[in-house]
């Protein structure tokens, strides 16, 4: 349950310690992290406590762990899941009881991956000295055999068996961040839309209006972390102006299917549980295509989610581009995605026989090396600004990671370290994503 949400009513600016913005999974990790090392945090969210869009609406994303060795992002997602067993430890401490549970956010299942002789490089270096619990088929007859599957001859198979491999909730998490902020005596400014963002001498002045009552106000505070995803580029014109190269967000749809609930109670319960089983699944085709099981409905039926990972479109105004309906196009290409996977497992299910039960426009925020941004932004004197971190260009990847990314950005807004090796890797990689022929080393840190 979300505690009461703090306000302001001040008629002149006030000066605050640390303002978040962005209220989704990436600044409701970083104001966790704050708020958890004791700072003062307000994280300012233009949207109610129930997200209708953005980036982090939903119930599902890819959760995975599978990477070579010292592959970052499977730290990430890692890292991400040791720190979220402290915030549910947090919250359980805090209320005297044991509500929040990790089956909250993770819902364990194995992740499938389906590669390509082009990639067989990858897949063999995925396998060798792999610590995460795999299996595989590197042709047609293992896939058979091993998993039921009956593939095209170019197709390999990876089955990662993981506990917190799956999918993760982010409405759950986001709502339990915002809970563990509010336990640190925090606040959570939600409905609130920042106009305008500049620098006021040592501090940064924030303008913003509440979009259910009209009501402006402004504040000004001594640090700042900017985590408003595709937004990024415009809130930062006036402090980094050229930030909105750095950060290029672009329309991806997804699209949501159920198999029709007579035809799905016919199925054998061997060939139910092997549709749970089989999903997510990535699809390393020409979309690199994603899928998952959102949820289960009131028929019990699995509501499944799909879409290209590299389907991506420009778009012109970023306000409306989430209600966007899905062409007639899209849908045929979920539903055909959907279809050729499903025969893929060998389960009984026509194309006739699958329902497109809605559409979602989601926005990337890619940058140039799909890299996700977690960075101080140089200042007027080209030094780094310690007091602003940039968390940002997720690029479809942030989920997993969400708690780790939260956690850097906090470190580096307190100017904390940490020893280990993949945190160190880790964050070097985040500081230098944004940096491309076009955009000057200087707008980072050195590392």
């Given at each position: 349950?979300?505690l ?7 008629k002149?600016p006030?000066i ?7 209220g989704?999974l990436?600044g409701?990790s970083?104001?966790w992290?704050?708020?958890n090392q004791?700072?003062?945090v307000?994280?300012i969210e233009q949207?109610d406590?129930n997200?209708?869009?953005?980036s982090s609406?939903?119930e ?7 990477g ?12 991400s ?7 549910v430890?947090?919250?359980n401490?805090k ?5 929040h549970?990790?089956e909250?956010?993770y819902t ?6 389906i ?9 063999h ?9 795999i ?10 055999k091993?998993?039921?599957?009956s593939?095209?001859d170019?197709a ?5 068996f ?5 999918t993760?909730?982010?409405k759950e998490?986001i709502?339990?961040l915002?809970?563990?902020?509010q ?5 959570v400014w939600y409905n609130?839309k920042?106009?305008?963002l500049?620098r ?22 001594k640090k ?15 402090i ?5 190269q750095i950060i ?6 997804l699209?949501?299917?159920?198999i029709?609930p007579a ?5 054998s319960p061997?060939?139910?549980q092997?549709?749970k ?9 020409s ?16 509501i ?10 420009d778009?012109t ?14 849908k045929?290409?979920?539903l055909?995605?959907t279809?050729n996977y499903?025969q893929?497992?060998n ?5 006739a026989?699958l329902n497109?039960l809605d559409g979602y426009s989601c926005v990337?925020s890619l940058?140039?090396?799909?890299i ?9 004197d080209s030094?780094p600004?310690?007091n602003?971190?940039v968390?940002?260009g997720?690029?479809?990847?942030g989920?997993?990671?969400?708690m780790?990314?939260?956690?850097i950005?906090?470190n580096l807004?307190l ?6 090796l ?10 230098e994503?944004?940096?491309t ?6 707008w980072?840190?050195?590392s």
């Amino acid at each position: 349950m979300i505690l009461p949400v703090s306000s302001s009513s001040e008629k002149h600016p006030s000066i605050k310690d640390t303002v978040v913005i962005g209220g989704g999974l990436m600044g409701s990790s970083a104001a966790w992290h704050l708020s958890n090392q004791g700072e003062n945090v307000i994280l300012i969210e233009q949207q109610d406590s129930n997200y209708t869009f953005g980036s982090s609406f939903g119930e599902a994303r890819i959760a995975r762990s599978l990477g070579v060795k010292n592959d970052i992002f499977s730290y990430l997602h890692n890292r991400s899941v040791t720190e979220t067993k402290k915030l549910v430890q947090f919250l359980n401490d805090k209320e005297g009881n044991d509500r929040h549970k990790m089956e909250d956010i993770y819902t364990t299942s194995p992740v499938t991956y389906i590669y390509y002789k082009s990639r067989e490089e990858t897949v063999h270096s995925l396998i060798e000295n792999q610590d995460d619990p795999i299996e595989y088929a590197t042709s047609v007859e293992e896939a058979s055999k091993k998993f039921g599957m009956s593939l095209p001859d170019s197709a390999l198979v990876l089955r990662e068996f993981k506990q917190y491999s799956g999918t993760m909730n982010p409405k759950e998490l986001i709502g339990k961040l915002h809970v563990g902020i509010q336990h640190h005596g925090n606040a959570v400014w939600y409905n609130q839309k920042i106009t305008a963002l500049r620098r006021n001498k040592d501090l940064f002045e924030i303008e913003m209006k509440h979009t259910k009552t009209g009501e402006s106000k402004t504040i000004l505070c001594k640090k700042m972390v900017s985590a408003a995803g595709p937004y990024t580029g415009k809130l930062l014109n006036e402090i980094a102006p050229r930030f909105d190269q750095i950060i290029t967000p672009k329309r991806v749809f997804l699209v949501f299917l159920k198999i029709d609930p007579a035809k799905y109670e016919r199925l054998s319960p061997d060939q139910k549980q092997k549709i749970k089983e089989f999903y997510p699944v990535l699809d390393f085709t020409s979309d690199l295509v994603f899928s998952m099981i959102e949820k289960i409905d009131g028929d019990g039926v699995p509501i499944i989610k799909i879409g290209g990972h590299l389907i991506r479109k420009d778009f012109t105004n970023l306000d409306t581009v989430w209600q966007k309906d899905l062409t007639k196009e899209e849908k045929n290409w979920g539903l055909q995605s959907t279809f050729n996977y499903l025969q893929q497992l060998n389960i009984p299910v026509g194309k006739a026989d699958l329902n497109c039960l809605d559409g979602y426009s989601c926005v990337y925020s890619l940058t140039a090396s799909e890299i996700p941004i977690v960075t101080n932004i140089v200042a007027d004197d080209s030094q780094p600004d310690p007091n602003l971190v940039v968390l940002g260009g997720m690029s479809g990847v942030g989920a997993k990671g969400a708690m780790t990314y939260g956690l850097i950005a906090a470190n580096l807004l307190l100017q904390k370290e940490e020893d280990s090796l993949m945190y160190q890797l880790t964050k070097k990689m985040l500081r230098e994503s944004g940096e491309t022929s076009d955009t000057p080393a200087s707008w980072f840190i050195n590392s």
